[in-house]
């Protein structure tokens, strides 16, 4: 794998906030998996899975609010590039205490997609929250992390997840 710079490529020499200039670089296929934990009581959870919170089908909800948030990653982080996505999934699992949300984004182009796989899966935690806040108002949203990409010239980066903390 190659190796990382520490460089910060948003800085300009001078120290000034830019985007990158990705126009040298070369257009491959571009994917990033990210992945969060939203924590909620026992009882929000039950009236979730019973189907009986008033604002509708939960899941679905935070899937879709999590899909048009990586569409639109470029608007809520500023230097990030508008790209053109192929394919956005977003997986939601019932850990017991809350959800596992898991996001992967796939394009073919100059720049990765790590920001809209960890903004598909923030905002899908915040839809989450807003759609149990009624029955729970302790929710927790936490552990948010990239799990693996691949593409570009750095490669193949895939994190050693190790034993994950809830939150």
Do not use: W
């Not at 969060?36 to 909800?61: C, D, F, H, Y």
């Amino acid at each position: 794998m190659a190796r990382r710079s520490t460089k910060l490529t948003h800085l300009s020499p001078a120290g000034r906030v830019r985007m990158v200039d990705v126009g040298d670089k070369s257009v491959s296929q571009r994917q990033a998996v990210a992945a969060g934990r939203i924590r909620i009581s026992p009882q929000a959870m039950e009236e979730v899975r019973q189907g009986r919170l008033a604002k509708g089908n939960v899941l679905e909800t935070a899937r879709l609010a999590g899909i048009m948030a990586a569409k639109r990653t470029a608007e809520l982080v500023p230097l990030c590039h508008s790209l053109p996505l192929e394919h956005v999934e977003i997986e939601i699992r019932d850990i017991g205490s809350g959800f596992e949300i898991e996001a992967s984004v796939r394009t073919t182009g100059k720049t990765g997609v790590e920001m809209e796989a960890l903004t598909a899966v923030t905002v899908a935690a915040l839809a989450l929250y807003d759609m149990v806040k009624a029955a729970d108002r302790t929710v927790v949203i936490g552990d948010v992390r990239l799990l693996r990409k691949s593409g570009g010239r750095s490669g193949l980066y895939v994190r050693r997840e190790g034993k994950v903390k809830s939150p």
